[in-house]
């Protein structure tokens, strides 16, 4: 906020006309006093729609039917409270009292069922993860039978794409219509979006007035926004920025271990090579060895990382009691090749070849976590010892382009592996048919058997036996590689007050962000 005092009034009480200056210089800070802050983060959003997007719930648009606090553990939020009736095929949610909709409407179990209805429809990963059959709504009362009993329903309900929001709102897209702190006023699609405070918000009135918005993937720009003073909060400045940024009096650097994981995803069938060596390489589990071993994570760590982050020892932190014991690895060049041998690739002419044809494929990464591109070249570089060639291609939308097209071999990707502090969300997305990251396309009924059964379960302890079980086998079989585990970064103004670093990452501006 900044008090300005008009040079024109200063004029006018020179000539006597004090009382006219006092007028417009009291409607001058009426207008300073308004709260305004500018957040500018890495999440691109070419849409609103929370069904498709997390941004709706970051920004306080909207909310879901349960949350995780910071010790990851799920707590009740439009959902008063809820409980099982059987074995876990039939949850009874109790909508709280007294919620409204941006618009005014009210929010009952009709509304959060046709909500939820829509959520299955445009979202097949949700469809997937929620194994809805039906739903009842009476009153503030929703029952929810699902396909099969499914334990970790109210975990599921945690999720972004879950948010409830009023269906029969004129544009969900650009200006969807829940039940958060901050409602819409405008939006510009993967570049700015400003939402001003919805005063009657159900636990209070937000402290700001309005927030801004920016999306920049330009770490460098995000970071000199925040050094000119045109940002508040910067969502991961520039790695190499942060030593200098803690030297400023006027800016707070927070840093926090993430439940992030920098992976590479294996493609099993790279349906668009005509090659079949190159279509069947990934199904190899000694090629997907090789490549495990190939960068050694504590150089991606020092290199791509800059520091900021730990070699992981599998997808999920040590600290969470699911993670598992993993043993210690050897890597390098060396090592990735005497696996590449196995899989029937001999070193010729400094070149990797079976069958007469070199292995050679498309790597895919994205720019907006800049440590990905890096870390790609830094596979590339070592593979190239063991001669493999390595295409590197950039893409924007990384989910889509994973999804929808085979002609890539490797994936580099940030996955949050536990945002609702268990490990049931990893599994099912990566390893059960049409979960959202299932983009290697591989099938270990062994695997799968355990998954069926830990989503069954509701014990804790053995949740966590049986998920230190799924992550022994998905190891065995390397269906996927974890790298490191990045720190999450935030940089804000000295005159910012009650900002939190979510270890989730689901909740960025709440209603009691504030600014001096």
Known sequence: MRKRISLLCLTLAAIGML??????????????EKKSLTFVSNFPSDTLDPQLNYTTVRAGIAETLVKVDEQLQIEPWLSK???????????????????????????????????????????????????????????????????????TLPSELVHPNTAIIDVDAPDTKSKPVGTGPFKVASFKPDNEMKVKKYKEYWVGEPKLDEVVLIFNDDENARTSALQSGEADIVYRPAI???????????????????????????????E??????????????????????????????????????????????????????????????????KYLEKAGYILKDGKAIKNGKQLSFKLVTYPYRPELPLMSQMLQSEAKKIGVKIDIQQVENMDEYMTTKNDWGIVTYSLVTAPRGDAGYFFNALYMEG????????????LTSIIN?????????????????????????????SIVHPNNFVAYRDNVKNWVTTKSEYYVITKDLDVK
């Open 19 to 32: 009382a006219a200056c006092s007028a417009n210089s009291a409607s001058t800070e009426e207008k300073s």
């Open 81 to 151: 409270k809820w409980k099982t009736e059987d074995d876990g095929t039939t949850w009874v949610f109790e909508i709280r009292d007294g919620i409204t909709f941006q618009n005014g409407k009210d929010l009952n179990a009709e509304a959060v069922k046709h909500s939820l209805e829509r959520t299955i429809k445009e979202s097949e990963a949700m469809k997937s993860a929620l194994k809805i059959k039906k739903m009842k709504a009476s009153g503030q009362i929703l029952t929810i039978t699902t396909t099969e009993p499914l334990a």
């Open 240 to 270: 190499e920025s942060l030593n200098t940024l803690k030297k400023d009096s006027s800016i707070v650097v927070d840093i926090q271990p993430s439940l992030r994981n920098q992976m590479l995803f294996y493609n099993s069938r790279q």
């Open 272 to 337: 668009a090579f005509k090659d079949k060596n190159v279509r069947k390489a990934f199904k190899d589990k000694n090629v997907r060895k090789a490549f495990d071993v190939l960068l050694n994570p504590k150089d991606v760590v020092d290199t791509a990382l800059a520091g900021q982050g730990s070699p992981a020892n599998g997808p999920f932190l040590k600290s969470l009691d699911f993670s598992n014991d993993q043993k210690t690895k050897t890597y390098g060049p060396s090592e990735a090749q």
């Open 435 to 446: 979960g959202a990251f299932n983009v290697g396309h591989f099938h270990e009924p062994a």
């Open 453 to 481: 059964k830990l989503n069954k379960t509701v014990d804790q302890q053995q949740r966590n036996k049986l998920a230190r079980q799924a992550g022994e086998i998905v190891e065995k079989e390397t269906l996927h590689s």
